[in-house]
T-cell receptor, first 116, second 111 residues
Framework: NAGVMQNPRHLVRRRGQEARLRCSPM?????VYWYRQLPEEGLKFMVY????????ESGMPKERFSAEFPKEGPSILRIQQVVRGDSAAYFC??????????????FGDGTRLSIL | SQQGEEDPQALSIQEGENATMNCSYK?????LQWYRQNSGRGLVHLIL?????REKHSGRLRVTLDTSKKSSSLLITASRAADTASYFC???????????FGTGTRLKVLA
């Protein structure tokens, strides 16, 4: 499967625990984006990363959320001390170029995070 | 209304009928894209239309763009049960990489 791979597909955490969401971009893509989707809503931009660099994290909550895209390995979205409001579907997308639109962003199937 | 707002929110039609969804946005854009999302899945890219284009076709899909009205429409002709999904428009205000999605149109095609 050459598409964007996200894991796990479903993640259950208790309040106060940490959640780690992984995303492997499509082969040849070096730009990764994370979005959050609440039920019955559209996707909301969180962060844009290139290898080893955070380009724009303006959509990320200031606390408890962080993201990285190391030189080797998948991109990670980390949520510390989760709260019930963090329950959502988190989608990763990747592209060849920085979102010029000529190369659209390709999305993974998401991680559905549930907080007990 | 927010950037990239679709209407109707929900649409139910019979197989074989055409389905039309609309999207309105606020700021200037370089392009507009339509995506489909099946239940529990990620988004699948359907079609991209640039700001200097007025209409674009792809198979049973027809997209129009009116930049003066800041609106776009997606027409699915001869709908099939497999077209049942949510459809989102996405814009890139100012040509940034930040896609802004609307709340989507939930289409149900009845067999």
């Amino acid at each position: 499967n050459a598409g964007v791979m996200q894991n796990p597909r479903h993640l259950v955490r208790r309040r106060g625990q940490e959640a780690r969401l992984r995303c492997s971009p499509m082969k040849g893509h070096s730009h990764v984006y994370w979005y959050r989707q609440l039920p019955e809503e559209g996707l909301k931009f969180m962060v844009y990363l290139q290898k080893e660099n955070i380009i724009d994290e303006s959509g990320m909550p200031k606390e408890r959320f962080s993201a990285e895209f190391p030189k080797e390995g998948p991109s990670i979205l980390r949520i510390q001390q989760v709260v019930r409001g963090d329950s959502a579907a988190y989608f990763c997308a990747s592209s060849q170029s920085p979102g010029t639109g000529v190369q659209p962003q390709h999305f993974g199937d998401g991680t559905r995070l549930s907080i007990l | 209304s927010q950037q990239g707002e679709e209407d109707p929110q929900a649409l139910s039609i019979q197989e074989g009928e055409n389905a039309t969804m609309n999207c309105s946005y606020k700021t200037s854009i370089n392009n507009l894209q339509w995506y489909r999302q099946n239940s529990g899945r990620g988004l699948v890219h359907l079609i991209l239309i640039r700001s200097n284009e007025r209409e674009k076709h792809s198979g049973r899909l027809r997209v129009t763009l009116d930049t003066s009205k800041k609106s776009s429409s997606l027409l699915i002709t001869a709908s099939r049960a497999a077209d049942t999904a949510s459809y989102f428009c996405a814009t890139e205000p100012g040509g940034t990489y930040k896609y802004i999605f609307g709340t989507g149109t939930r289409l149900k095609v009845l067999a």
